[in-house]
């Protein structure tokens, strides 16, 4: 079936560093892409998203890099602070209209940051 | 201010009771998802709906039921038979049937005793 995953469960950085989070998709009919972050006990928050007509995106600390060929996203963040301790999440979108994942978006397990200072 | 509320932000429940879980938006999005997060898990799609009247099972549907009949609605129903029911139950909505980012309410969190 369909499935986003991610290749680290975690990962830790000190403050100042870049950071680059992995996910793997299984869907090659998906079009679209978010990356979201999860503070304890919230609702997730947008990052950055990312159409499959493109491969890389630019946000403010944030770069996104799509890689169709083998199904592939990250999220790199520029100069890593505490705040952006949380969990990652990639998303992708279900395709075109009339395929059965039209609409549809589906999450991968997530990725724990940890910044120290 | 526009957004998502969600309601109870808590739920205690007795096995064998149905509860109902409310997500209301006033961002005018016409598409509206539900979600369950379990401890150190990501999101799964429980249902989503595109359009009023209409809507469609996720990955995760049974022991789950919904309704929309108003667009600002998206009520989800835990019922009885779905066994394991104790998570964070999210609700999003967004503007496009099939694009753009999702808002997330704050999410209810449910407790089954």
């Known amino acids: 079936g369909e499935s986003v995953g991610l290749h680290l469960p975690t990962l830790s950085v000190q403050e100042g560093d870049n950071s680059i989070i992995n996910c793997a998709y299984s869907?090659?009919?998906?079009?679209?892409f978010i990356w979201y972050k999860q503070e304890s006990g919230k609702g997730p928050q947008f990052i950055i998203d990312?159409?499959?007509?493109?491969d890389k995106r630019q946000g403010q600390r944030v770069t996104v890099l799509l890689n169709k060929t083998v199904k592939h996203l990250s999220l790199q963040i520029a100069a890593t602070q505490p705040g952006d301790s949380a969990v990652y999440f990639c998303?992708?979108?279900?395709?075109?209209?009339?395929?059965?994942?039209?609409?549809?978006?589906?999450f991968g397990q997530g990725t724990i940051l940890t910044v120290h200072p | 201010d526009g957004g998502i509320t969600q309601s109870p932000k808590y739920l205690f429940r007795k096995e064998g009771q149905n509860v109902t879980l409310s997500c209301e938006q006033n961002?005018?999005?016409?598409?509206m998802y539900w979600y369950r997060q379990d401890p150190g898990q990501g999101l799964r799609l429980i249902y989503y709906?595109?359009?009023?009247?209409?809507?469609q099972k996720g990955d995760i549907a049974e022991g789950y039921s919904v309704s929309r009949e108003k667009k600002e609605s998206f009520p989800l129903t835990v019922t009885s038979a779905q066994k394991n029911p104790t998570a964070f139950y999210l609700c999003?909505?967004?503007?496009?049937?099939?694009?753009?980012?999702?808002?997330f309410g704050e999410g209810s969190r449910l407790t089954v005793l």
């Open positions: 869907n090659s009919a998906s079009d679209y």
């Open positions: 709906s595109q359009i009023v009247n209409d809507f």
């Open positions: 998303a992708e979108n279900g395709g075109n209209a009339g395929g059965t994942s039209y609409g549809k978006l589906t």
């Open positions: 961002l005018n999005h016409d598409a």
């Open positions: 999003a909505s967004r503007t496009g049937w099939n694009t753009g980012e999702l808002f």
């Open positions: 990312i159409r499959s007509n493109m």
